[in-house]
């Protein structure tokens, strides 16, 4: 009987670490290296960090529908004449 209790906790045990490694997984995946965070308001930086938004701001193309342009000097601006 005693055989078994420890078994059963063992058991009980195992289960719990399994739970806890996926919930540490789901959060790096949520939180961490796969979620860049936040979002590209056309015609505003304000808030944006480029290297974050590769998808936009590696295409010039791209950043340019936003109403992005990339100065001489390599530094993200907004056309002048850019509406959303």
Not at 59 to 77: E, I, K, Q, T
Request: aromatic content about 8%; proline content about 7%; overall charge positive.
């Amino acid at each position: 009987m005693k055989h078994r209790k420890i078994f059963a906790l063992l058991g009980s045990l195992a289960a719990l670490a399994a739970v806890g490694v996926t919930a540490a997984q789901a959060d790096l995946f949520n939180n961490g290296r796969h979620n860049r965070g936040g979002y590209v308001i056309p015609c505003s930086l304000d808030g944006v960090n480029p290297n974050v938004h590769p998808g936009i701001f590696g295409n010039p193309a791209v950043a340019r529908s936003y109403g992005f342009v990339l100065g001489p000097d390599r530094v993200w601006r907004v056309e002048p004449n850019c509406h959303r």
